[in-house]
């Protein structure tokens, strides 16, 4: 039952965020009452996107950081 819910929010996640936004903007009351949330919802958002992180790729770019460092570069 989770899973499809995330599935939608990975699907949808700019959508929402955008809209959360504008949310915020129009109503300054829901935003203040909802404002302690926020660092929570921040750090659960962040936590699911480390989540689907491919780690080999990671360990793989972190042994040769000469060619990572290009890559950014």
Wanted: net charge positive; aromatic share 6%; charged share 10%.
């Amino acid at each position: 039952m989770l899973t499809p819910f995330l599935a939608f929010l990975n699907r949808h996640a700019r959508l929402i965020l955008a809209g959360g936004i504008f949310a915020g903007l129009a109503l300054p009351g829901l935003a203040a009452l909802l404002r302690p949330l926020m660092e929570a919802a921040v750090v659960a958002s962040l936590s699911l996107s480390l989540l689907r992180i491919d780690w080999p790729t990671v360990v793989a770019w972190g042994r040769r950081p000469l060619r990572a460092a290009i890559g950014l570069g």
